[in-house]
């Protein structure tokens, strides 16, 4: 609660620090200074700053996010509209950087100085230093304008008649098993999760080949090898269990880091979730939407950190009784 209280102070005097306001966005250019300042007043925005945020923090407690500006509804309305499109495609990257980063770090460890070792932390260091929006640009323009093999922008075709449960677009066509709209959405997920994953994947990458490679040196790994312990048995129970916390715990951060960093991936995509409204709100000076889904994108990154502190202990009986 202190972090949270914490983002909201500085999260509403950086927003008042923006150049120009919502008059400039909501008024056409030809507006007189009389009907601008007409309208900061009307918004309460010529008052002291200070009462502004006490005006700002009752309306939280009452769970009253304010109105956005660009669409007139609430919020919250508009934040758990667009949540699930960012949460499919978070899911998407993490997923392919998981599957592919921890047994690419393993093996890159086990062939410590070999050349699949040095190929993954090239790869890795590349993928790091690659804007995602830059990736996400060639990624569409090779694999979805040039050769045609997915789609290149929206999350479900227009042609589609899917049917509606939860907003999660996959999910939903597996519960409904409208098999041809959930592999439609999965179609369209793949590209832009690709791209949002390059930075996760290069990360859990190098997380995994360090953490191995120290667990690997360990006493209790050379006496298991000793004692004539299967590899299989090896490699599960004593390396790669011990080798997971330092993965785990990048793994939670990125996880958060995904949703408030899929603004620039979902505008290249137009895929309609909160990075791309987002990125409108920042146009349109639209306070309340910048106010509250950042807040409540933090409040999900310190869940995320909750439950990766919680997931210790199922990892390693020691913190349990630490």
């Not at 601008?36 to 009307?42: I, N, T, V």
Request: proline share 5%.
């Amino acid at each position: 609660m202190p972090t949270l209280f914490g983002l909201s102070v500085l999260l509403f005097f950086w927003v008042r620090l923006l150049p120009g306001g919502p008059e400039y966005a909501l008024l056409p250019e030809d507006a007189s200074a009389e009907q601008r300042a007409a309208l900061r007043r009307a918004m309460g925005l010529d008052d002291p700053i200070l009462v502004q945020y006490g005006r700002f923090a009752l309306q939280l407690l009452q769970g009253d996010m304010g109105t956005s500006l660009q669409t007139g509804r609430p919020v919250l309305t508009e934040f758990w509209m667009k949540f699930p499109a960012t949460v499919e495609l978070a899911a998407m990257a993490m997923l392919i950087a998981v599957a592919v980063g921890i047994p690419l770090g393993y093996l890159a460890a086990r062939r410590r100085g070999g050349a699949l070792d040095a190929l993954a932390v090239g790869g890795s260091l590349l993928g790091i230093c690659t804007p995602v929006f830059f990736l996400a640009f060639v990624l569409k323009l090779v694999f979805a304008e040039q050769l045609g093999l997915f789609p290149s922008a929206f999350r479900q075709s227009p042609g589609i008649d899917a049917t509606r449960i939860t907003g999660f677009f996959v999910v939903d066509g597996i519960a409904t098993r409208e098999w041809d709209a959930a592999d439609d959405a999965l179609m369209h997920l793949f590209l832009p999760g690709l791209a949002l994953s390059s930075i996760p994947l290069a990360v859990i990458v190098r997380m995994t080949r360090a953490s191995v490679i120290e667990v690997l040196g360990e006493d209790y790994v050379r006496t298991a090898e000793a004692k004539g312990l299967r590899r299989g048995t090896i490699r599960t129970r004593h390396v790669l269990r011990n080798a997971m916390l330092p993965v785990v715990t990048a793994i939670g951060l990125l996880s958060g880091s995904l949703l408030a960093g899929a603004v620039l991936t979902e505008s290249v995509f137009a895929f309609g979730g909160i990075g791309e409204f987002i990125y409108a709100a920042t146009q349109t000076r639209d306070y309340p939407v910048l106010l509250g889904f950042i807040l409540i994108i933090a409040t999900v990154y310190v869940l995320i950190n909750l439950l990766v502190d919680i997931s210790y202990s199922l990892l390693d009986p020691r913190v349990r009784v630490s």
